[in-house]
């Protein structure tokens, strides 16, 4: 079993969803944990949960599209701290849109949120880890890090990036015992199927709880998956891609209609 007493973590995004599940999962096992998101709302909502944890729960409001900012806001930590065990990478959000109606606007907040957010994040603790021959860098991507989904380019553009960043500093960082993982999670019940006024009767019925997402991801990381497929769905399309291309282009297909149907 790891050991996350007193381990200092920094889990971006954690003040709704996956990511607060996160850093739940940390303080309830003796973590540091720095608490960071962008919202005001969601920041209150964090503290009102995390509250019973006392200091070992630090909050940042922090839009890590201010790439600079957060690239210190981490260095700041590890010089606070003398290490870092854990960094998140888990700020980011998506929408269903026609490719031609992503204004350039949603194109730089996604790509900051999903992408650059986490490469900050990380340029900022590569090095206290390689000084301490240690450390993990965990990102989440999405099922749609490695499939696609149409009409939702920019977010799968995004994930893919972050995929394939984690995948290359794998094989980099590895010399220096930095574990480097990706969470890639199907059909979580999270505020992002519902952050752009859908009904509850939008999110899809296969979700799992984040509690349950939660679980498997630690089982991931307590594995050493460099892929840590979140739900039967994700698992299920990342052996369909390899084995079953046929049924992943009918699926895509199909959901193309779909949205074509709802979308205005």
């Known amino acids: 079993m790891l050991n996350f007493d007193n381990k200092i973590c920094i889990v971006t995004g954690s ?12 303080l309830e096992r003796g973590a540091v944990v720095y608490v ?7 920041m209150d909502n964090a503290r009102e949960k995390l509250a019973k ?3 070992r729960a630090r909050y940042e409001m922090i839009d890590l599209c201010d790439c600079k900012r957060a690239e210190a806001y981490v260095k700041r930590i590890g010089n606070e701290n003398g290490r870092i065990d854990y960094v998140f990478a888990n700020a980011g959000g998506g929408t269903v849109t026609r490719f031609e ?16 957010g986490a490469v900050a994040a990380f340029k900022g603790a ?6 301490q021959n240690d450390g993990h860098l965990i990102v989440t991507s999405s099922l749609a890090g490695y499939s696609v989904n149409p009409y939702q380019a920019s977010y799968v553009a995004t994930k893919h990036a972050v995929y394939g960043m984690i995948q290359s500093l794998h094989y980099e960082l ?4 930095i574990s480097c993982q990706a969470i890639c999670p199907g059909f979580v019940r999270t505020p992002i199927f519902t952050r752009d006024g859908e009904p509850e009767e939008a999110i899809p019925p296969q979700c799992i709880s984040i509690e349950e997402a939660v679980d498997e991801i630690f089982a991931g990381v307590e594995n050493g ?3 840590i497929k979140v739900c039967k769905e994700s698992r299920a399309y990342y052996d369909a891609i390899r084995t079953n291309p046929a049924f992943c282009d009918s699926e895509m297909r199909n959901l193309a209609a779909f949205y074509e149907t709802i979308l205005p």
């Open 15 to 26: 003040t709704s969803g996956i990511g607060l599940g996160i850093a739940e999962y940390l």
């Open 36 to 42: 960071s998101g962008r919202t005001l709302a969601h």
């Open 53 to 55: 944890y006392g200091d």
């Open 101 to 116: 109606e992503i204004t350039w606007e949603m194109w730089e907040d996604i790509i900051g949120s999903n992408f650059l």
């Open 126 to 131: 590569i090095p206290f880890m390689k000084r």
């Open 174 to 177: 590895e010399p220096y015992h």
């Open 225 to 227: 998956d460099v892929t």
